[in-house]
C-alpha cells in the first residue's frame, strides 16, 4: 500500500533522510517517533509528494510518486501538517469543507452526507458559520482533520495531530482514527511526540534519529510505560 525504497532527502548540505526503506502495513496506524529533526516531518512529506525527494521511490497504492502520477495519488491522500495552510482563513468552516471537498472529486449529495456525519463525531456544529481564522488552535486542527478525510482518503497522514488538542478532543481523536483503521480500512501514520496518544491508537512505531530507522516496533499492546522505556533505550545508546 504505501512503500518507500531507498529514500533520500537532502536540504542544501543538510541529510535529513538516509536511504529509507519501509513498508507500512495497510489499514494499521503506525507512528514515527524520534527526538526533533530526526526527520520525521521530511519523511511523511515526502511520502504526501509535498517535497521532491533527491533519490529513491515512492510507492501509493502500487502508483510511482512522480508528477505524472501525482493528482491521481493525492485523490487516495489525506494529509494534515503541523501549522499547516490548508485551510481558507478568510472564509467559514463550512465553506471551506464544500470547497475542498468539491475539489477532491466528491459529489454534492455524497458531501453533504459526508459532511454531516463527520460534523456530528466531532460535535462541531457551532463553529461550522465562524471564519476559519477566527479558530482557536484546536478548532482548527480538527477543522483539518475534517477536511482531509472528507474524500474517504485510503491513507491518512497526520503530523503532531494532538497538538492544541484539549482532553476532550483528543480522545474525540483517538476514537476517530481507530474508526477510520476498522470502518473505512484508512492505512494511517501519524508523527507524534506523546506517548500515550501513541499508544491509544498505534499499531507499529518507526523509532528515527539523523534520517536513519533505529528501530521498528509491531506490537498493538504497548503499554505507554513499555513505549518510552524503548524510546529512552533506543536514543540512550548513543547519546540521545
Ligand atoms: N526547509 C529546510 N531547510 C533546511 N533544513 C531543513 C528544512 N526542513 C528541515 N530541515 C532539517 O532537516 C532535518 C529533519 O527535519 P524534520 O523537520 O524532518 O525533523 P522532525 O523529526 O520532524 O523534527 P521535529 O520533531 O522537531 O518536528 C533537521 O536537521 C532540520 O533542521
Redesign the pocket.
Known amino acids: 500500500m504505501i512503500e518507500v525504497k531507498n529514500l533520500v532527502k537532502l ?2 548540505n ?1 541529510t ?1 533522510i538516509q536511504n529509507i526503506s519501509i513498508n507500512f502495513e495497510p489499514c494499521k496506524v503506525t507512528c514515527i517517533l ?10 511523511i512529506k515526502s511520502i504526501c509528494g509535498l517535497l521532491d525527494i533527491d533519490e529513491g521511490s515512492i510507492y501509493i497504492s502500487g502508483l510511482q510518486m512522480n508528477e505524472k502520477n501525482r493528482s491521481k495519488i493525492m485523490s487516495k491522500i489525506g494529509c494534515v501538517f503541523d501549522g499547516q495552510r490548508n485551510l481558507y482563513w478568510r472564509v467559514t468552516v463550512l465553506d471551506n469543507f464544500y470547497y475542498f471537498g468539491t475539489l477532491k472529486g466528491v459529489n454534492m449529495h455524497t458531501l453533504k452526507n459526508r459532511i454531516d456525519d463527520l460534523i456530528n463525531k466531532f460535535e462541531i456544529k457551532s463553529l461550522l458559520n465562524r471564519k476559519v481564522g477566527t479558530l482557536s488552535l484546536g478548532e482548527r486542527q480538527k477543522v483539518s482533520l475534517i477536511t482531509a478525510i472528507l474524500h474517504r482518503p485510503e491513507v491518512l497522514i497526520l503530523d ?1 495531530p494532538t497538538n492544541g488538542l484539549d482532553i476532550v478532543s483528543k480522545k474525540q481523536l483517538v476514537d476517530l482514527i481507530n474508526m477510520l483503521k476498522t470502518t473505512e480500512s484508512v492505512t494511517i501514520i501519524i ?1 507524534s ?1 506523546e506517548s500515550q496518544f501513541m499508544t491509544r491508537v498505534s499499531d507499529n512505531y518507526i523509532f ?1 534519529k539523523n ?1 536513519i530507522i533505529q528501530s521498528i516496533i509491531s506490537e498493538k499492546k504497548l503499554t505507554q510505560e513499555s513505549l518510552e522505556k524503548q524510546y529512552i533505550e533506543i536514543y540512550a545508546k548513543e547519546g540521545g
Not at 34 to 43: A, D, M
Open positions: 536540504y542544501k543538510v535529513a524520534g527526538p526533533n529533526g530526526s526527520g520525521k516531518t521530511t519523511l503532531e508523527t511526540h528515527l534520517g
